[in-house]
């Protein structure tokens, strides 16, 4: 199983535009992916209304999980990405 933990790259956290690219990009993996912080529980990285729930920020370090080190890389790297930047890359 791959746990990769990685900083929230989005300058304003995991709200809705971030959330929404993960779980869509999760939900087409065909893999179960969980996303959780330091002392929390993990959430199913494929809701957008779960992972708003973990209220990351930017910097927070987030646990990735799962039992395909491919699926888990991609997720890490969409959660490490500045979504909010002017030359963030198109979802």
């Given at each position: 199983m791959a746990n990769i933990t990685v900083k929230v790259g989005s300058s304003v956290g995991l709200h809705a535009r971030p959330a929404a690219i993960i779980a869509k990009a999760a939900a087409e993996l065909g893999t179960p992916v969980t996303l959780k912080t330091e002392g929390g529980n993990p959430?199913?990285?494929?809701?957008?209304?779960?992972?708003?729930?973990?209220?990351?920020?930017?910097?927070?370090?987030?646990?990735?999980?799962?039992?395909?080190?491919?699926a888990a890389q991609k997720i890490a790297d969409i959660v490490a990405t500045d979504w909010d930047a002017p030359d963030a890359p198109q979802a």
């Open positions: 959430v199913n990285a494929a809701s957008s209304l779960f992972l708003m729930t973990l209220g990351a920020k930017f910097g927070d370090e987030i646990v990735v999980s799962s039992d395909d080190d491919a």
